[in-house]
């Protein structure tokens, strides 16, 4: 695939960089900072951008607008995003009512190399990733209407936000697919989602706890 880089940290940045090579992507640029990624990706048009939330020069909330100008302008591009920490208005700004082809990775998730390159192909062909830490840390809102859920529908919901497919999900839980899709209808009746397109029903699910 075609990926363009924007990550503040040099030694990150390179590591990506040699890492999406030897893997056989074409990592069509690489910068320090947004504005630079913003003002080549009309002519580039790469399968995928790769960017830091926090760069300069404020070092606040760079990557949070340059991914949500993307989403809006080119739509089609898919969107990986690194941060350090969990920033749930983030993740909210960036899913928006249309969460595809977008992921959002805590960095040390990089060192996973294997975890890493599954998320960018999963964003590369549509789908949405959250990191595993990031979803733990949301779960923990008791607050959140998530709390009528049962421990079991949580953990589907935990990895369908993962990106996992309900054969991924039967897989890791140890039990039949037929079992997921009950659980997963059970999740949509309890948070009044309609039963519309079952991707559509899944984003909306995961989107839900990210509102509170």
């Known amino acids: ?12 940045r390179e590591g990506i960089r040699s890492l999406l090579t030897d893997e056989g992507h ?5 910068y320090g900072r947004a ?7 009309a ?8 960017l830091d939330v926090r760069m300069p020069p404020t070092h ?10 993307i989403r809006a302008r080119w739509p089609q591009v898919g969107i990986l995003v690194l941060s350090q920490y969990v920033e749930r208005e983030f993740t909210q700004a960036l899913l928006g009512d249309d969460a595809r082809a977008v ?13 890493f390159l599954d998320a960018l192909d999963r964003v590369h062909t549509g789908g949405l990733v959250l990191d595993p830490d990031v979803v733990r840390q949301l779960f923990r809102d008791t607050s959140h209407p998530l709390r009528m859920l049962t421990e079991r529908e949580r953990e589907v919901l935990g990895l369908m936000a993962e990106g996992r497919t309900n054969a991924g999900i039967a897989s890791a839980l140890f039990v039949s697919v037929s079992a997921v899709e009950k659980h997963a209808n059970a999740i ?5 989602l309609l039963a519309e397109d079952g991707y559509n029903r899944r984003v909306q699910a995961i989107v839900r706890y990210l509102e509170s």
């Open 43 to 50: 002519a580039e048009r790469p399968d995928v951008v790769v």
């Open 103 to 115: 992921g959002y990775l805590l960095k040390d998730r990089v060192m996973g190399v294997d975890d």
């Open 1 to 12: 695939m075609r990926v363009m880089l924007a990550e503040d940290s040099a030694l990150l």
């Open 60 to 69: 606040t909330d760079e990557g949070v607008r340059a991914a949500v100008e």
């Open 26 to 30: 074409d990592v069509v640029a690489a």
């Open 35 to 41: 504005e630079p990624l913003l003002a080549r990706l």
């Open 188 to 192: 949509f009746d309890k948070l009044g």
